[in-house]
Structure formats: C-alpha cells, structure tokens
C-alpha cells in the first residue's frame, strides 16, 4: 500500500502557540488532501479536503482560521493549529486521495497533540 | 449519518475465527463495502474492500450477502495483535471522496 508519513509524531505545546503538522505521500501524488481529528474514545472525524494549489474546504464546525492547511506540492501538506487551545488536543491523521488512482484510501501514522 | 451498523464490541479467543458483522441496509448500487481497522494511537489500516462478490486477500475475507444489505468481515485465525476498532464503510471507489467513519466494533482478542 502507500506509504503517508507524519511529522511529528506526538507534541506538547503550550496555550496560544501555533503548531504545524506535516504529511507526505512518500510513493504517490496526492492531489488530494484528507485531515482527520480523533478525540479520545471516539471516532475519526474529517475536518477538511485541500486540493493541490487551491484553497482547502472546511467541515461544518471546523475552524477555517484556526486550522490552516497548506497543500504547496503533491506529496506534501501542512495543517498549523493557530493559538491552539487544550481543547484543540487531539490526534490528527492526514490521509492523501489519489484522484482517483488508487482504489484505496491510505492515512498517516498521525500526530497527538497535546496543549497544556 | 452513519450508512452502517456495527456492533460496539466483540470478544475473540486467539487462534479462533473473528466475524465481526456489518448492516449496510441503505447501499447504493455503485458503492463498495470498505473494512479498516485501527490499532491503538495508530492511524487506520485498510484490511479489504468488495462490491458484490467475496473478497479474499492475506489479511481477511469479506462476505457480501447477495442482497449487499450486510456483510462479515472474517479474521480465520486471530491473534492478539489483531486487537483494534474495525470500521465497516460504504464508499463510491473514488480517490477523491473521504471515508467517513462510524463508531466501529471493538475487537478484542483474548488469550
């Protein structure tokens, strides 16, 4: 399968620093980009699709200005937590789509977040 | 709203067959039935995928009722490490259209 990888893989920030995750498909293009978050005991959930070179599209209830996402190239996105909150601690999964060529959906290792 | 329901967990004895159940009642024609599973602080894992037919590959197999309005995930011969959240999702075969998660059933294999 492809191979996503995550950078870094856990941190703990304080409130009201910004952190940036990274993700990169090591093998394929990814013309598409996923972000997933996962609090504890629950269920991953999508916060937003970014295209290559455009402006990403957010979930309901997702934060547009906190979380930045920057898709730059095909095998690299970033997401930035601005001003990040402890409510903002989670585990975030990147997961890049393929266009289309790739029948399966492949995700990071993903990053836990931790803002004290 | 979730297109499926799973149970909310299951026990397993290691080295026995694990069927973990799904109820996708609501599929469309043109969507798969997708099977991920999530180890503990681990991104999701594919394990298998099928539209109508039974699908067979090193890790599982998948059972489609002819109806397509269920199916079972079949791990023959469990192991501990096999202990995670599986997820049973109905999806178009699209690089472009996110999966989208439900609660999953969480499998634990016991020794």
């Known amino acids: 399968g492809a191979v996503v990888s995550q950078h870094p893989s856990w941190v703990i920030c304080k409130s009201g620093t910004s952190v940036k995750i990274e993700c990169r498909s090591l093998?394929?293009?990814?013309?598409?980009m996923f972000w997933y978050r996962q609090f504890p005991k629950q269920s991953l959930m999508l916060m937003a699709t970014?295209?290559?070179?455009?402006?990403?599209?957010?979930e309901q209830g997702v934060e547009k200005d906190k979380f930045l996402i920057n898709h730059a190239s095909l095998t690299l996105s970033t997401l930035t937590v601005t001003s990040a909150h402890p409510e903002d601690s989670s585990f975030y999964i990147c997961?890049?789509?393929?266009?289309?060529?790739?029948?399966?959906?492949?995700f990071g290792p993903g990053t836990r977040l931790l803002v004290l | 709203d979730a297109k499926t329901t799973q149970p909310p967990s299951m026990d397993c004895a290691e080295g026995r067959a694990a069927n973990l159940p799904c109820n996708h009642s609501?599929?469309?024609?043109?969507?798969?039935v997708y099977w991920y599973r999530q180890i503990h602080s681990q991104g999701p894992q594919y394990i298998i995928h099928?539209?109508?037919n039974n699908e067979t590959n090193e890790m599982a197999s998948l059972i489609i009722t002819e109806d397509r309005k269920s199916s079972t995930l079949i791990l023959p011969h469990a192991t501990l490490r096999d202990t995670a959240v599986y997820y049973c999702?109905?999806?178009?075969?699209?690089?472009?259209?996110?999966?989208?998660f439900g609660k999953g059933t969480r499998l634990s294999v016991i020794a």
């Open positions: 997961s890049p789509g393929t266009g289309g060529t790739q029948e399966t959906q492949y």
């Open positions: 093998d394929f293009q990814a013309t598409t």
């Open positions: 970014s295209n290559e070179g455009s402006k990403a599209t957010y």
């Open positions: 609501t599929i469309s024609g043109n969507e798969y």
């Open positions: 099928g539209l109508k």
């Open positions: 999702i109905v999806r178009v075969e699209s690089g472009n259209t996110p999966l989208v």
